[in-house]
């Protein structure tokens, strides 16, 4: 079965700067999808931005991005120039490409701005 | 913002009571997700359907019951609450890979349930 693991429970950031959130995940499958989902207080599930394993680039959008590296089983979110905004849960998620698969989740990250 | 309701979006009830929950989509999608999400766990699939009266189960499923009657209309069905399902619940929507999607869901705004 497959597995994610975010390992940072709470992070904080200053505000302006740069901050790194960790994945791991395991699986078997060589084809698959990751995500990074934002949840804030309003607890609403926002896709902040994907990942397509056959695909060696990292995606990025605006200013997250991602350090996806399929051998080590790691796909980190960047945040640049962190906003007051960006305070939120964030999950890591995991599917596979084909079928009807769920979605597999990480226990989350709380991410503090600091002003 | 996908068009994803959840009805109600907040519920207190007693235990041994029947509960259902509601998702409704307008964006036509043929998969609908039920997950509830709990402290420690993420989140965490209950059931999930890939057309209409074609539903599947999910990882934690003992207790619940979906219906699909229509393609916006995905029920969650709690048939006697206990206090272990408390918790927030989230419908999520996916279209087919192929379709232009490349595999992400899009939730609703979340149910919190209490049981008493």
């Known amino acids: 079965a497959q597995t994610v693991t975010q390992s940072q429970p709470e992070m904080s950031v200053q505000e302006a700067e740069t901050v790194t959130l960790s994945c791991t995940y395991d699986?078997?499958?060589?084809?698959?999808?990751l995500f990074w989902y934002k949840q804030p207080p309003s607890r609403q599930m926002i896709l902040v931005i994907r990942?397509?394993?056959?695909?060696?680039q990292n995606a990025t959008e605006n200013r997250f991005s991602v350090n996806f590296q399929k051998a080590a089983k790691s796909f980190s979110l960047k945040i640049s120039d962190s906003q007051l905004g960006d305070a939120a849960m964030y999950f890591c998620?995991?599917?596979?490409?084909?079928?009807?698969?769920?979605?597999?989740f990480g226990t989350g990250t709380r991410l503090t701005i600091i002003p | 913002d996908a068009g994803i309701t959840q009805s109600p979006r907040h519920k207190v009830t007693e235990t041994g009571t029947p509960v259902t929950l509601r998702c409704h989509q307008t964006?036509?999608?043929?998969?609908m997700y039920w997950y509830r999400q709990d402290p420690g766990h993420g989140l965490r699939l209950i059931h999930y359907?890939?057309?209409?009266?074609?539903?599947d189960k999910g990882e934690v499923s003992d207790g619940y019951s979906v219906s699909r009657s229509k393609t916006e209309d995905f029920l969650l069905t709690l048939e006697s609450a206990t206090s272990s399902q408390t918790s927030v619940y989230f419908c999520?929507?996916?279209?087919?890979?192929?379709?232009?999607?490349?595999?992400?869901?899009?939730f609703g705004p979340g149910t919190r349930l209490t049981v008493t």
């Open positions: 999520a929507i996916s279209e087919s890979i192929g379709q232009g999607a490349l595999g992400e869901q899009y």
């Open positions: 699986t078997s499958e060589s084809d698959y999808y």
């Open positions: 990942q397509e394993a056959y695909k060696q």
């Open positions: 998620a995991y599917r596979r490409r084909w079928g009807n698969e769920k979605l597999t």
């Open positions: 964006e036509n999608h043929r998969y």
């Open positions: 359907s890939y057309g209409v009266k074609d539903t």
